[in-house]
Nanobody
Framework: QVQLVESGGGLVQAGGSLTLSCAAS????????MGWYRQAPGKQRQLVAD???????NYADSVKGRFTISRDNARNWVYLHMNSLKPEDTGRYYC?????????WGQGTQVTVSL
């Protein structure tokens, strides 16, 4: 059974930093590519960044240079380090495989960036 549990969200001022964590069950983590997704208020969920088991990364243009995705293959964790946060980064963040599998969505973790 696949389980993905996100944590680490919160309220932060613009320019601040947060690190999100995703604990993945072994079965989901065996998937080659893991990703972080963001759903902003009133918008569709979008891929923010993804990473292969070999640590090849890919980022949405809006977060390049500010966000870093990483993974710990031994412990089945995926991280999203977010720096220089902007109000437009506000949203609920989820991890999933990339491309996403609908049945794998967890509860996500809320990130709110204030001015």
């Amino acid at each position: 059974q696949v389980q993905l549990v996100e944590s680490g969200g919160g309220l932060v001022q613009a320019g601040g930093s947060l690190t999100l964590s995703c604990a993945a069950s072994r079965s989901s983590f065996r998937m080659n590519v893991m990703g972080w997704y963001r759903q902003a208020p009133g918008k569709q969920r979008q891929l923010v960044a993804d990473i292969t088991r070999g640590a090849i990364t890919n980022y949405a243009d809006s977060v390049k240079g500010r966000f870093t995705i990483s993974r710990d293959n031994a412990r089945n964790w995926v991280y999203l380090h977010m720096n220089s946060l902007k109000p437009e980064d506000t949203g609920r963040y989820y991890c999933n495989t990339s491309p996403a599998v609908p049945d794998y969505w967890g509860q996500g973790t809320q990130v709110t960036v204030s001015l």
